[in-house]
Structure formats: C-alpha cells, structure tokens
T-cell receptor
Framework: GENVEQHPSTLSVQEGDSAVIKCTYS??????FPWYKQELGKRPQLIID?????GEKKDQRIAVTLNKTAKHFSLHITETQPEDSAVYFC????????FGPGTSLSVIP | KAGVTQTPRYLIKTRGQQVTLSCSPI?????VSWYQQTPGQGLQFLFE???????NKGNFPGRFSGRQFSNSRSEMNVSTLELGDSALYLC???????????????FGEGSWLTVV
C-alpha cells in the first residue's frame, strides 16, 4: 500500500540555524505534498504545500523541494526560532492523504 | 467561518464498550476524513467520506466504522473497545474529495479517547 517515510524522527537545532526534514513516498501517482505543523496539544495545521508540477516553493523562512523522479520531498526552515518547535508531518496525496510518522523539532534558544 | 468541530473532546471508556465520535466540517466542505493519532504511529488514515459515501478506507479492523449525513456532518464508531484504541481521533474536512491536487484538509482539535 501507499507509504510515506520521514527522517529524522527527532531534530534539535540551535536558534538561528537551519532545519531540514526529508520524506519519501511510494505511490508514484501522488501529486500533492502538504506539510503540517502540530504544536503540543493542538491540531495539525498546514504550513506549506507543493504540487507535482513544481520543483520548489518558498514562503518566507520555509521552503519545500520536490524530486518526483526520486519520489523525495523536503522541508527547509531557515533562521529557526523557538516557536518553530513542534512536530512536523509530511504527506503525499493522490486519492487520499497519507502522512509520514512525523519529526519532532526542538529549537534551542 | 467556523472551523472543524469535534465532540466530545475527552472521554474515557471501558474495554468492550463502544464509542461514537462526531465531526462537523467547515461550512461548504463535503469531504470528511478521520485519522487516529498515537505516539510513535503518527497520523493513521481511517476513512474518508464524501457526499455520504465512503470513498477510501485505511487498514483498520471492521470495529472501526463511520458514516456521513446529508449535511456533511460525520460520525465514527468504534465497537468492542480495546486498550490499544486509546488515541487522539482527528477529523479533517476539505472542499473536495480525497487527495485532489491542492485539496487542503483542515483538522479539528480531536477527540481524546482513553480505554481502561
């Protein structure tokens, strides 16, 4: 069945450094790749997404890249801040949205 | 516009009992999906409903079921509860069905189920 892998499972960075989270997906039909951020005790919220006809998308300090051939996509956060600390989920979607297992990001002040 | 609303927020049940969780989607959204979230297991897809029809189903036993009403509100039911069913159950709504490109799903706050 469809599967999304996500690495690393935990990530700790110093404030101001960059953070990178990588995902791979198995269903080559996937054409939409959203990223969600879930703060402790709160609902997952969409932070950025990318469609299969685009290789890269940027929104302020957040960027996503997609390599459809390799079935890889990544989230890049630059100039990290303590409020970026959360669990991040990648997802791949064709006829249903399948999530990766999540990455717990800690930004150390 | 009101967000996705889930009730109840917290509940405790005993093994063997059954539970029904409710979800009201964002106004105008016709698709409702359900996910189970447990520590270490991430967000596991349960099923999706669109226009009162189940469109997709995840790999969960038949004890997990759901339905959608004509006003797009959805319920999920878990029968014969087991300890391992303890989890956060998240409902998500979207304007269109499933994973159409760019079809963002919006989550509710979830229902915390504890089975003792």
């Amino acid at each position: 069945g469809e599967n999304v892998e996500q690495h690393p499972s935990t990530l700790s960075v110093q404030e101001g450094d960059s953070a990178v989270i990588k995902c791979t997906y198995s269903d080559s039909a996937s054409n939409y790749f959203p990223w969600y951020k879930q703060e402790l005790g709160k609902r997952p919220q969409l932070i950025i997404d990318i469609r299969s006809n685009v290789g890269e998308k940027k929104d302020q300090r957040i960027a996503v890249t997609l390599n459809k051939t390799a079935k890889h996509f990544s989230l890049h956060i630059t100039e990290t801040q303590p409020e970026d600390s959360a669990v991040y989920f990648c997802a791949a979607s064709y006829d249903k949205v399948i999530f990766g297992p999540g990455t717990s990001l800690s930004v150390i002040p | 516009k009101a967000g996705v609303t889930q009730t109840p927020r917290y509940l405790i049940k005993t093994r063997g009992q059954q539970v029904t969780l409710s979800c009201s989607p964002i106004s105008g959204h016709r698709s409702v999906s359900w996910y189970q979230q447990t520590p270490g297991q991430g967000l596991q897809f349960l099923f999706e409903y669109f226009s009162e029809t189940q469109r997709n189903k995840g790999n969960f036993p038949g004890r997990f079921s759901g339905r959608q009403f004509s006003n797009s509100r959805s319920e999920m039911n878990v029968s014969t509860l087991e300890l391992g069913d303890s989890a956060l159950y998240l409902c998500a709504s979207s304007p269109k069905t499933g994973g159409f490109s760019g079809n963002t799903i919006y989550f509710g706050e979830g229902s915390w189920l504890t089975v003792v």
